[in-house]
């Protein structure tokens, strides 16, 4: 190719988007990057710092110890047989970034400008130099504006609790409700589209896909049709 394509799949949690995204980038053959495990990541280190997340008071000192924390993270994706590894420090923290724990977190941290202007910074490095598929909350609106291709994956809170928490049952996290996961995912959903800087929404020139009614092959057989037919339009076939 000529030119570095990027494709962006946004949407709420648990709409299916990095599925969807790493089984679509592996066979394009793109580099699939997992924004969301970005700050997932840096939620994490926070909390192994003493950063408490389920606290409401002093949010402004908690805001201050956050951001100093961006002065010794050190973030490093890795791919080992077509599996992205998420490493902080030197540590692999693949297997950890997935607890409720971890998610509010991650959105409490995603709101703060100076993690997400150190993510963005990141992620549109790696764009520049490869053809690459990117899933998140604000890709194809403020991350990668000018991405050829960019998809809203979305369903209802539901039906996205729902797999979330059977992904986790899966994993032998059996002391987790089905509650606790909806009310999770309800949380994520507020702060996500409320939040001041880049807040979950839909481009203009995103194509909309809701996929409570469909399984995951049925998602994934639209998402790569809607790809295919604009890669075609834009290359004058692949």
Partial sequence: MSQHYSIALDGPSGAGKSTIAKTIAKELNYIYLDTGAMYR??????????IDFTCEKYIQERDRATRELLN?????????QGEQKVI?????????????????AASKVAVLPAVRKRMVELQRSIAARTNVVMDGRDIGTYVLPNAQ???FITASSVARAKRRFQELQAKGMKDITFEQV????????????SRA????SRANDATLLDTTNLDLQESIETVR??????????????
Avoid: W
């Avoid at 049709?225 to 692949?238: E, P």
């Fill in 225 to 238: 049709r809607i790809i295919m037919r604009k890669l075609k339009l834009s290359q004058g076939g692949i």
């Fill in 197 to 200: 800087f880049a807040p979950l």
């Fill in 72 to 80: 010794s993270f050190n973030l490093d994706i890795r791919y080992e």
């Fill in 149 to 151: 291709i960019k998809i």
């Fill in 88 to 104: 902080v420090n030197g540590k692999d923290c693949t297997g950890l970034i997935r607890t409720p724990e971890v998610s509010i």
């Fill in 182 to 193: 909806h009310s999770d995912m309800q949380f994520r959903d507020r702060n996500d589209s």
């Fill in 41 to 50: 990541a840096f939620g994490l280190y926070a909390i192994e710092n003493g």
